[in-house]
């Protein structure tokens, strides 16, 4: 059985699972035909040893700065992507892959500030365990609180990075 996957419309966190890794460098092996130019991270929780996930895996995706996003919106349908749009966030296009979803990519100009802060959070959590327990406890707790009401752990998880982001 993977160890990715999330039912639509439902909340959980898992334990973080070491096979991560090793399935975010097979999906970008993967995918890499379809689009050579972009470059790609492993961003989100699963990108973090030690840290409760959703069990689906976030896929930073890079395009020039001098290219538009759009350009690689039919390569990522091509490696078998649904395109879901800016998902609300400027200068950002958003993607899934499995029923459940087990993937998502965030495709945005590589080096931007978004990159930066999809990776840098990323960093953060990586190197600071007081952060990375604080966070890991309010996602646990949001999970139990709101299993049936993705905005609602998305929005209330949100403040905890929004805080990183302002301190920067």
Known sequence: MSPLGLESGTVRVVEYDPQWPALYAAEVARIQPFAPTLGFEHVGSTAVPGLCAKPVLDILAGHPQTASPLEFVRALE???????????????????????????????????????????????????????????????????????????YIERKSSFVRRWILRR
Request: hydrophobic content about 35%.
């Open 78 to 152: 091509r490696a078998g992507y649904e395109h879901r749009g800016d998902a609300g966030i400027p200068d950002h296009q958003f993607f899934r892959r499995g029923q459940p979803r087990a993937y998502h990519i965030h495709l945005v100009a590589r080096d931007s500030a978004l990159w930066r802060q999809y990776v840098g959070f990323r960093d953060y959590l990586r190197t600071d365990a007081r952060a990375r327990q604080e966070y890991d406890a309010l996602k646990r707790a949001l999970a139990e609180r709101f299993p049936h009401d993705r905005a609602a």
